[in-house]
């Protein structure tokens, strides 16, 4: 896995090391645990998926960026399965990851604990209105598409911060949202197929 990702561009060695160090398969049903190195998309149950393996390093790589302000929190919205949760605890010191719903949010909690990664903060929330108690964050990773940047969470990303996420209609792109003193710039990065940010919890 981690050969084909330098072959598909990954080049950021902290994101590399952490994806060769995350046990994938454990974090997708067993019957499918034969195909959890692949570069697909597997489904994870209601009716959501586990990104493929490209799409996790690359949010990552372009959350850390280069060179820039070092990123000390960060948030993801959409725990999913927490496989991407448990990959930005090895790069990060302080993850908090948001589910809307309930069983995965149960299951992801468990698997994080069971392997001992213990900076990651699961909760049980609607992440459209981000984690105001725990805000400002240097980066924010949104792993379901919205169809504009959703200002709550623009407002929860620290001066110097980053925000990678998936958005779009019927096409989805990714983009890197910046936040300086002066306010947000955008970059538009690359095709993507995400599922929808939903509201609510269930
Ligand atoms: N990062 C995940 C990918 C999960 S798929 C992984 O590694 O497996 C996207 C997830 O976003 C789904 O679990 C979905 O339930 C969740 N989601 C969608 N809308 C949400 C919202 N408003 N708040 C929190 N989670 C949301």
């Not at 561009?9 to 190195?37: C, K, N, T």
């Not at 998309?41 to 690359?58: E, F, G, H, W």
């Amino acid at each position: 896995m981690i050969a084909r990702l330098r072959d598909q561009g990954i080049q950021d060695e902290a994101v590399l090391a952490a994806m060769y160090e995350v046990p994938r398969h454990l974090f997708v049903d067993e019957a499918l645990s034969s195909r959890a190195y692949d570069d697909v998309s597997l489904p994870i149950n209601y009716d959501q998926t586990i990104s493929r393996p490209y799409i996790v390093a690359r949010m990552i790589e372009v959350l850390r960026g280069f060179s820039g302000s070092p990123i000390n929190r960060v948030l993801e919205v959409g725990t999913g399965c927490g496989y991407q949760a448990a990959v930005l605890a090895h790069v990060f010191p302080e993850v908090y990851t948001v589910e809307r719903i309930a069983p995965l949010y149960e299951r992801a909690k468990k698997l994080l604990s069971d392997l001992n990664i213990d900076n990651v903060e699961v909760r049980y929330a609607d992440g459209n209105a981000g984690l105001p108690d725990a805000a400002p964050f240097d980066g924010i990773i949104l792993a379901a598409a919205a169809p504009v940047m959703s200002q709550t969470l623009g407002r929860q990303l620290s001066i110097g911060g980053r925000m990678v996420l998936p958005m779009g209609r019927q096409e989805q792109w990714l983009y890197l949202v910046e936040r300086d003193q002066s306010g947000f710039s955008e970059s538009k990065l690359e095709q993507v197929k995400f599922v929808p940010m939903l509201m609510g919890k269930a």
